[in-house]
């Protein structure tokens, strides 16, 4: 995993904007309708391309595919994964249910969008879950290496996504097995297979857990904080078993409290959970500190400091709005979390989330992510500057 050795480098969380005869695909087969498949790998595979050149564009150093072409951060593993059928609905945020003028706000701004759906008509264990077959995501490792040797040079470092086995076991609903637990090491053991198909094709992994923080308010708004922290100490469990075969810094993990433009007051404070998380057989954490209700938990890491071989990836620019962070802006959130690290090497710049973790949920039009992009690299340079000052290979 590189490190800012002599300036700040950036990246970002997974997921960009896709294009809108792809989400359109996307959206219609979720909702079962017939699409052509041949069309959808081949808007996939452009859409791959035109990612990795638009990220080079806009400066970023550590980058990827955009997830362009996976329907969700997580649902596409329904085409991966045996054991699953039927379905159901997620059960609705605390922070929503507290607010009706907002719930009904956020219903009518989702009902209208043409989007693959993270909240319903998700499925359900119903049998044992197994990795069917590795050749999908060998696949999609095949074609960002042949993009990149099409574009030599054009990342610091590449990276790739795969999610947590605890956001599976929340969205996925358990039918079939005796207990948590068990669903969580036959998820963990489905997706050791996807952990280490893309280090061993050469990739940095990350694994997306929204889960560890999300939860809170969504499986265990009505249950005391000390049941949610059991839940994160299992899945960070399950994290490390199916790293067993992956180099702790190939990885780094990345957590948030869900990628929505919501009130978040019902959200479980870094504070509470920073422990566990520090508990996982990681090289970096990648946390959101642009969102307004957690600007200021970087200040977490005073009191919990990273493991000295750890980097953390603190998010400088908001995926939910379309406000264009002034570099300057970028520049001091990227200074006040160096300071507390203590050491600015082990700081990149990147994302709070995802701009568009399930196709079509974006809120961000796609000239703005670039242009949010951009800013990030115009930010972390005047970071840069500053913060290493005195090197003069800067």
Same mark, same amino acid.
């Given at each position: 995993?590189?490190?800012?050795?002599?300036?700040?480098? +950036?990246?970002? +969380?997974?997921?960009?904007?896709?294009?809108?005869?792809?989400?359109?695909?996307? #959206?219609?087969?979720?909702?079962? &309708?017939? *699409? %052509?498949?041949?069309?959808?790998?081949?808007?996939?595979?452009?859409?791959?391309?035109?990612?990795?050149?638009?990220?080079?564009?806009?400066?970023?150093?550590?980058?990827?595919?955009?997830?362009?072409?996976?329907?969700?951060?997580?649902?596409?593993? &329904?085409?991966?994964?045996?054991?699953?059928?039927? @379905?159901?609905?997620?059960?609705?945020? /605390?922070?929503?249910?507290?607010?009706?003028?907002? &719930?009904?706000?956020?219903?009518?701004?989702?009902?209208?969008? +043409?989007?693959?759906?993270?909240?319903?008509?998700?499925?359900? /264990?119903?049998?044992?879950?197994?990795?069917?077959?590795?050749?999908?995501?060998?696949?999609?490792?095949?074609?960002?290496?042949?993009?990149?040797?099409?574009?030599?040079?054009?990342?610091?470092?590449?990276?790739? $996504?795969?999610?947590?086995?605890?956001?599976?076991? $929340?969205?996925?609903?358990?039918?079939?097995?005796? $207990?948590? +637990?068990?669903?969580?090491?036959?998820?963990?053991?489905?997706?050791?297979?996807?952990?280490?198909?893309?280090?061993?094709?050469?990739?940095?992994?990350?694994?997306?857990?929204?889960?560890?923080?999300?939860?809170?308010?969504?499986?265990?708004?009505?249950?005391?904080?000390?049941?949610?922290? @059991?839940? *994160?100490?299992?899945?960070?469990? #399950?994290?490390?078993?199916?790293?067993?075969?992956?180099?702790?810094?190939?990885?780094?993990?990345?957590?948030?409290?869900?990628?929505?433009?919501?009130?978040?007051?019902?959200?479980?404070?870094?504070?509470?959970?920073?422990?566990?998380?520090?508990?996982?057989?990681?090289?970096?954490?990648?946390?959101?500190?642009?969102?307004?209700?957690?600007?200021?938990?970087?200040?977490?890491?005073?009191?919990?400091?990273?493991?000295?071989?750890?980097?953390?990836?603190?998010?400088?620019?908001?995926?939910?709005?379309?406000?264009?962070?002034?570099?300057?802006?970028?520049?001091?959130?990227?200074?006040?979390?160096?300071?507390?690290?203590? %050491?600015?090497?082990?700081?990149?710049?990147?994302? %709070?989330?995802?701009?568009? $973790?399930?196709?079509?949920?974006?809120?961000? /039009? /796609?000239?703005?992510?670039? #242009?949010?992009?951009?800013?990030?690299?115009?930010?972390?340079?005047?970071?840069?500057?500053?913060?290493?000052?005195?090197?003069?290979?800067?």
């Amino acid at each position: 995993m590189q490190r800012s050795r002599s300036r700040i480098l +950036t990246t970002h +969380t997974g997921s960009l904007p896709r294009p809108r005869e792809l989400t359109q695909l996307y #959206a219609l087969r979720a909702r079962g &309708k017939p *699409v %052509d498949a041949a069309e959808i790998e081949h808007l996939g595979r452009e859409a791959v391309r035109a990612a990795v050149r638009k990220q080079h564009q806009a400066g970023i150093d550590v980058g990827n595919n955009g997830e362009q072409q996976r329907d969700s951060f997580f649902l596409y593993l &329904k085409s991966r994964l045996s054991g699953l059928g039927g @379905d159901w609905e997620r059960p609705s945020r /605390a922070d929503i249910d507290r607010y009706p003028e907002f &719930k009904r706000m956020w219903t009518e701004q989702h009902a209208g969008k +043409t989007q693959v759906s993270a909240l319903g008509g998700l499925p359900k /264990a119903i049998g044992a879950v197994r990795y069917l077959d590795d050749r999908a995501i060998n696949d999609e490792c095949r074609l960002l290496r042949d993009v990149l040797e099409e574009n030599s040079g054009v990342f610091v470092e590449p990276f790739m $996504t795969v999610p947590s086995p605890g956001i599976l076991a $929340t969205a996925v609903r358990n039918e079939h097995y005796d $207990t948590l +637990t068990d669903y969580l090491r036959a998820l963990g053991a489905a997706l050791q297979v996807e952990y280490e198909a893309i280090v061993n094709n050469g990739f940095l992994l990350q694994i997306d857990a929204p889960d560890l923080a999300l939860e809170r308010h969504i499986t265990y708004k009505d249950r005391p904080v000390s049941a949610f922290i @059991d839940f *994160v100490e299992q899945v960070v469990a #399950a994290i490390n078993r199916a790293l067993v075969n992956v180099p702790r810094d190939r990885v780094r993990l990345h957590v948030c409290w869900g990628n929505s433009e919501s009130p978040h007051d019902c959200d479980v404070p870094l504070e509470d959970i920073l422990p566990a998380l520090l508990a996982a057989d990681v090289g970096g954490l990648v946390l959101p500190f642009a969102n307004p209700r957690h600007a200021y938990e970087f200040r977490c890491f005073a009191r919990h400091p990273l493991a000295d071989d750890q980097l953390l990836v603190a998010g400088v620019i908001d995926p939910l709005t379309n406000f264009v962070e002034h570099p300057e802006v970028v520049a001091d959130r990227i200074e006040r979390v160096a300071a507390v690290v203590g %050491d600015s090497s082990r700081v990149l710049a990147g994302t %709070d989330c995802g701009f568009d $973790t399930s196709a079509g949920w974006g809120r961000v /039009a /796609a000239d703005v992510v670039w #242009a949010k992009l951009a800013s990030l690299r115009d930010g972390a340079r005047l970071a840069s500057k500053r913060l290493f000052a005195g090197d003069k290979t800067n």
